[in-house]
């Protein structure tokens, strides 16, 4: 559990940097400039990668393989505001 704790705060942490950088930033090389994919992009995937995974295995562990198990949660859209 504490490992998921620290991967969701370290997720949030990289949102709120690119959502003040921006989610591209601009490089220069000498007198060329151009627009790259902010680096932390490809970190924050990883760390979403790493909550599914664990988020799937707390599934396992409450029965989401038992289509009778009345401990599952039935969510809606009104769920993700």
């Known amino acids: ?11 949030r942490w990289i949102s709120k940097i690119i959502s003040k950088e921006g989610e591209t930033i601009v490089t ?3 007198k060329q400039k151009f627009l790259k994919a902010h680096p932390l ?3 924050r ?6 909550l ?8 396992q562990k409450l029965g ?4 009778d198990d009345k401990r ?10």
């Open 52 to 59: 599914l995974s664990i988020e799937k295995s707390f599934g």
């Open 72 to 81: 599952k949660t039935k969510y809606n859209a009104s769920d993700l505001i």
């Open 41 to 43: 992009i490809g970190e």
């Open 45 to 50: 995937n990883k760390i979403n990668a790493s």
């Open 28 to 30: 220069e090389n000498g």
């Open 1 to 11: 559990m504490d490992r998921y704790i620290d991967l969701v705060k370290s997720f």
């Open 64 to 67: 989401d393989d038992d289509p």
